[in-house]
């Protein structure tokens, strides 16, 4: 008799280690599937893409060489370069179900960016962008409708999904969303990149709490009112972030880390197509180097790489080298 209860008591004791060890590896099954590299708060459109000869005057008529349609939007093209590098990526936004929503939603799902927490807006419009590029330069011009989508608020935020990621990428679309998703994670390791290429409000909160702090030409310009880009990046250097930056297009971009300014060149591509989208591309190259502890000069070399590459395709995803690509290119 006692054999059979010390037999049953082991099985039961058996069962319970088992049901416990298959719950423990589920939960790590859960936190590998879940953690992601990098989540993107902003900007989502569907973008008319085209190349002119040349902007047509007043009361006339051009035409169009080439005409696609493809997935816009700041921080959503950032993501799609960072997931073309190899990183795991979600994004969050607001479209509207309308068929130009639908199209953001496929674009971003056909590159297999974690789309699971995009917010749905029924009985609004998306945002839509008109890109024209010109042909003997690849200069571009963008036209943007900014449709009638709400904007995020603190409450579509899920702060276990925010908590997911090492590093946070903010468009400034979103700008209250971005302030309290960067309060979520004050306390932790993760990271906050700021792209303030886009328009900038009076509060400048955010962009004090970033880690990593780029800027474009143009909106470094209406901060400082200078356009030495030397001058610009001193004035702007009251923001104290880990790395600060200026894009400068086919210039390069201006880097200030721990006190430090340096220019570095953009590499110059034989055939510029279309430079939609090459600060998003160049902020995708960014966010990989730092994950990957690069220092700060193979950093914007690695991203000035992407960017340079991005170029050569219509559109502004188009053109978003592999991780392979970029090595190639580097390494030619």
Known sequence: MLRRIFIR???????????????????????????????????????????IDKYPEWDSKG???????????????????CKKLGL???????????????????????????????????ESTSQVAFCFSELTSGKRTIFRHRGTVSKLTENDLK???????????????????????AEMVKK????????????ITENHDLLHQADYLFFSKDRAEDLTGETDPVKMIMALSTFKNEIMGITL?????????????????AYQQD??????????AFNGGMIYAILNNLGISESVNFASAVA?????????????PTLSEVRKFLNE
């Not at 390791?189 to 303030?196: C, L």
């Not at 055939?271 to 998003?280: E, L």
Request: aromatic share 6%.
């Open 9 to 51: 008591r082991k099985l039961e004791l058996m069962q319970k280690i088992s049901r416990f060890a298959h719950a423990i590896c589920g939960l790590v099954m859960l936190y590998l599937i879940t953690m992601l590299d990098v989540i993107g708060i902003g900007s989502a459109s569907t973008d008319f893409c085209s190349q």
């Open 188 to 199: 932790s390791n993760i990271k906050i990149y700021v792209d303030a290429g886009g328009e």
């Open 308 to 320: 340079a590459l991005s170029c050569t395709k219509l559109s502004a995803r188009d053109g978003l």
């Open 249 to 265: 297009g086919q210039q390069g971009c201006i880097i200030q880390q721990k006190g430090n300014v340096r220019i570095f060149p």
């Open 63 to 81: 035409i169009v060489d080439d005409l696609i349609i493809r997935g816009g939007g700041s921080s959503a093209n950032t993501m799609v370069a």
């Open 271 to 280: 055939s510029i197509v279309d430079s939609t989208g090459a600060g998003d």
């Open 159 to 181: 702060i276990d999904y925010i908590q997911s990621a090492r590093i946070l990428h903010f468009d400034l679309r979103h700008y209250e969303a971005c302030l309290k998703a």
């Open 88 to 122: 795991n990526t979600g994004f969050i936004s607001v479209c509207s179900d309308d068929h130009f929503g639908k199209l953001i939603v496929s674009s971003l799902e056909q590159e297999k960016i974690d789309i699971s927490h995009l917010i749905i807006e029924k």
